[in-house]
């Protein structure tokens, strides 16, 4: 009952409204043409807090394309280049299973951190939210002014005010867009490829540069028109939030029980004693909202949990000397029952659990070993015997994974007394990042092989004697009867 519009009558029971706000999505009309949304500028607690976080985010996602650990990128996600770096550390397609479980890990943290904490993703740190409320919104503000004087200027003719004003703004919002653009391929490609296709100009790369304008076409669509349409109609995550929250849920949402019935704020009045509730029904929380709903409706599939309402209701609050906290963050349980916030079991196992997912993760990542070994016969060959000795060819292929040139022996593990017959293998110079492939034989007293084909164990060790890595192989020899 608590996402419905509720309210007291004297008897204190129940009258549940028609859900007439479910019926159409709040930023379409009857005839479902587009309702253009125009929040008016938040301020508070937690539109600061959001600032910072923004601010904090904003400059790791503009810096980090620039940022290199040990000579690598810190992230690099070139698929036709097969080039992956994370953190530093160079992944290959060997390693496509670790960033398979680590993709799965994400995904399970992503519901679980949705049961428990909502959609505090969207509100805080998604980039379609930061990139929206906290630069473009920001520079509309700064061109245009607040709600009133936006819809002033859009309802006024094209004069010379509202064409130099829109002019400024679809200027300002294409460089934006661009320059999101140019940062984005070069955590595809690096940035001194953009820099090199910069330089080189659009008739010497021209698929590179259409690519480019294409991208910043889409993004200028997006955050210049489509805006709050991509939460409630494009991203699956909002479509996701119905089946995976629950009554223990935290989210933004409104006091009900507390704030109706709603009225109009009169002075000196004692509510309580006139049966209304704190909510004196000055829409405050409704003009802020960036996907243009009534928060008090109850909760809704376009909240992003962007506490703007939070925000304003406390503002108002504040002024006419009621409590704070009328809309905040709760779960549907906590207002039902009027109780406190408690960090329940179930949170606290939850928490407990994404945090053995993300040390999970972090041990996908770093565990992968400083070098891949592989050692496969040479197709087609076959043994051969020399002084005594049965020898076998291996083709080997080493990639070095760590940020270092290392120098590397090869070893025998299993089967004991065999030797390496290949001055090559002795010492074998690997780059940092880098694969190299040989050859070598491998032999065995004739006396110590007793099957035509044997489990052979090789490991590659560094001039400290630490093994880095070994590879199970078979060993050839000639058939011989068992009596």
């Not at 097969?82 to 993709?103: E, H, K, S, V, W």
């Not at 679980?112 to 909502?118: D, I, K, Q």
């Not at 391929?185 to 590179?208: H, S």
Request: glycine content about 6%; proline content about 3%.
């Amino acid at each position: 009952m608590s996402t419905t519009e509720k309210k007291y009558n004297e008897a204190e029971s129940w009258v549940v409204e028609a859900e007439t706000f479910r019926d159409s999505v709040g930023t379409m009309d009857t005839t479902g043409k587009r309702k253009w949304v125009y929040p008016r500028k938040p301020k508070g607690k937690y539109t600061n807090y959001r600032l910072l976080v923004s601010i904090l985010l904003l400059i790791i996602y503009f810096s980090i394309p620039f940022i290199k650990i040990n000579g690598n990128p810190v992230l690099l996600i070139n698929i036709i280049e097969r080039q992956f770096y994370i953190l530093g550390q160079p992944f290959y397609p060997q390693d496509f299973f670790i960033l398979a479980l680590g993709a799965i890990t994400s995904l399970v943290f992503i519901i679980l951190f949705t049961v428990a904490f909502g959609r505090i993703f969207c509100g805080w740190i998604c980039p379609q939210t930061i990139f929206l409320e906290m630069i473009f919104r920001k520079i509309e503000y700064a061109i245009e002014g607040d709600r009133n004087k936006q819809i002033r200027l859009d309802n006024q003719a094209w004069d010379s005010e509202k064409i130099w004003k829109r002019s400024l703004k679809w200027f300002s919002f294409m460089l934006i867009s661009l320059i999101i653009t140019h940062i984005m391929f070069m955590y595809i490609v690096g940035y001194e490829e953009v820099f090199n296709i910069m330089q080189q100009g659009p008739f010497e790369k021209p698929t590179n540069f259409l690519v480019m304008v294409l991208f910043t076409a889409a993004f200028y669509f997006v955050f210049a028109w489509f805006r709050e349409q991509v939460c409630t109609m494009v991203c699956p995550y909002g479509r996701l939030q119905g089946v995976l929250i629950d009554k223990e849920t935290i989210n933004v949402l409104y006091d009900y029980k507390r704030g109706e019935n709603r009225s109009k704020w009169k002075k000196g009045e004692d509510r309580r004693a006139a049966g209304k509730g704190d909510c004196i029904d000055c829409k405050q929380c409704v003009v802020v909202c960036p996907t243009g709903i009534d928060i008090r409706d109850g909760l809704q599939m376009e909240c992003v949990n962007c506490t703007a309402c939070i925000d304003a209701c406390d503002e108002v609050m504040v002024k006419v000397g009621l409590p704070t906290g009328l809309i905040r963050y709760a779960s549907e349980r906590e207002i039902e029952e009027q109780t406190k916030f408690k960090f329940t079991t179930r949170m606290k196992a939850y928490t407990v659990v994404l945090a053995l997912l993300t040390g999970f993760l972090g041990f996908l990542l770093y565990n992968r070993g400083e070098m891949e070994a592989k050692f496969l016969k040479q197709p087609g060959s076959s043994f051969f015997i020399r002084d005594g000795k049965i020898t076998n060819t291996y083709n080997y292929t080493f990639l070095n994974k760590s940020n270092e040139t290392k120098t590397v022996i090869i070893k025998i593990i299993e089967p004991k007394n065999g030797e390496i017959a290949s001055s090559a293998a002795n010492r074998i110079i690997l780059k940092r990042d880098a694969m190299i492939k040989g050859t070598v034989n491998v032999s065995f007293p004739e006396s110590q092989i007793k099957l035509s084909k044997q489990n052979l164990t090789l490991g590659v060790y560094d001039m400290n004697g630490e093994l880095l890595d070994s590879y199970t192989t078979y060993f050839e020899g000639p058939f011989k009867f068992q009596f």
